[in-house]
């Protein structure tokens, strides 16, 4: 297998998409140096979809770029960094029913809801005029 496939096929404990948010909170926290700078007539160009933020130039996308990607693992491995679970996003419409029950055999709690961990829902407010 050549080392391109190998660096493509290598599994991270985070999303690709998550890439550019954990690159801007290290940034952002003083908890991450940079590559020297190579190409300084590209260091500007950041709105380029084939700029890699860590490496300051053209080539690849920051999140596609598994010299980054390798340093974010290892901060994580070492619980330098910490991701927090995605939690589940739980949506709901109004009910004017007295009583909701989700699932079979779950107790209901005296008010006639079932208590659900707070790790476990997220409400989110999706009406603009609260």
Do not use: W
Request: glycine content about 4%; overall charge positive; charged content about 25%.
């Amino acid at each position: 297998m050549a080392l391109g496939q190998a660096r493509a096929n290598k599994l991270y404990s985070f999303k690709d998409e998550h890439v550019i948010s954990l690159f801007k909170l290290l940034q952002k926290s003083n908890r991450l140096k940079l590559l020297e700078i190579t190409c300084p007539e590209e260091v500007e160009k950041t709105n380029d979809p084939s700029y890699c933020l860590y490496h300051r130039m053209l080539g690849y996308p920051t999140k596609n770029c598994c010299i980054f990607k390798d340093v974010l693992q290892a901060l994580i491995d070492a619980e330098v960094l910490k991701l927090r679970l995605e939690q589940k996003k739980v949506t709901t419409n109004m009910t004017t029913s007295s009583h909701i029950q989700f699932g079979q055999n779950f107790p209901l709690a005296p008010t006639g809801v079932v208590s659900i961990p707070k790790k476990e829902i997220r409400v989110i407010n999706i009406d603009p005029h609260n």
